[in-house]
């Protein structure tokens, strides 16, 4: 399956787009997603290790499985304030 | 109640908002850009969101303030875009009938922004080098 992953900020930067696409087995969770954008786009390494994930704007779980009718972001840590 | 703006914090109407006659006391606080972390200058700072989410961040850390707190009024503000120095980039404006409960949820809540809202701010630094703030455990954020 393929899933789109909205990228903001560093992650953004360190990509070069504001969104990529990845490709994932059947069933992968959030966890597998985080792997696969490392491998896929290795400037995203450092972020794709410490950022969570949102679905449709509300965090979720590294171990649920990736909703693919949600809108999916990758969340790096966060520094507004 | 929330905003997420690319203008200017307008503290006034926020205060003005926030006295109620239930009230007894209204908390600000500002976080404000500041210019030297440790020797380094900071030139500006600019501010962006996941705007969806962080409205929606906002609007969970506001309806939870309230059930932990008796607040007449709980304003949350943070601006987006280029944020000059020594300019808001968050306010917080509480109000409730005793000052403690002010003081504490005001601290609750920008404790709690800064670790959940999906925003982030990149430093430009007076040399003209640029660098997105990312904390982690073992690297805090030099801006905090």
Same mark, same amino acid.
């Given at each position: ?16 787009? @504001? ?6 087995? @059947?069933?992968?969770?959030?966890a ?9 786009f ?18 979720v @779980? ?6 693919l ?13 | ?16 908002? #926030?006295?109620?006659? !239930?009230?007894?006391?209204v ?15 900071? !030139?500006?700072?600019t501010?962006? !969101?996941y ?5 929606r ?7 939870? #303030? ?10 949350? #503000? ?27 949820a ?10 959940? !809202? ?13 660098d997105?703030?990312?904390p ?9």
């Amino acid at each position: 399956m393929r899933v789109t992953v909205l990228l903001f900020a560093g992650a953004r930067e360190a990509a070069g787009a @504001d969104q990529v696409d990845v490709q994932l087995p @059947d069933g992968a969770t959030y966890a597998g997603l985080a792997e696969a954008l490392r491998h896929a786009f290795p400037p995203l390494e450092r972020l794709a290790t410490t950022a969570r994930f949102a679905a449709d704007a509300a965090y979720v @779980d590294l171990s649920e499985p990736v909703d693919l009718a949600a809108e999916i972001a990758l969340i790096p840590p966060v520094s507004g304030g | 109640m929330i905003q997420l703006t690319d203008q200017p914090i307008d503290l006034a109407p926020l205060i003005a908002q #926030a006295q109620r006659p !239930a009230a007894g006391a209204v908390v600000v606080f500002l976080g404000i850009t500041r210019e030297f972390t440790g020797d380094r200058q900071t !030139a500006e700072l600019t501010y962006e !969101a996941y705007p969806e989410m962080a409205r929606r961040e906002l609007a969970r850390l506001e309806r939870e #303030a309230r059930d932990r707190w008796p607040l007449e009024e709980c304003c949350l #503000a943070h601006r987006v875009g280029v944020v000059p120095l020594s300019e808001a980039s968050v306010a917080v404006v509480v109000s409730s009938p005793h000052r403690p409960d002010a003081f504490e949820a005001a601290r609750w809540l920008i404790d709690e922004l800064k670790l959940s !809202a999906p925003i982030w701010k990149q430093e430009r630094w007076a040399d003209g080098t640029t660098d997105w703030v990312h904390p982690t455990e073992s690297n805090e954020a030099p801006n905090q």
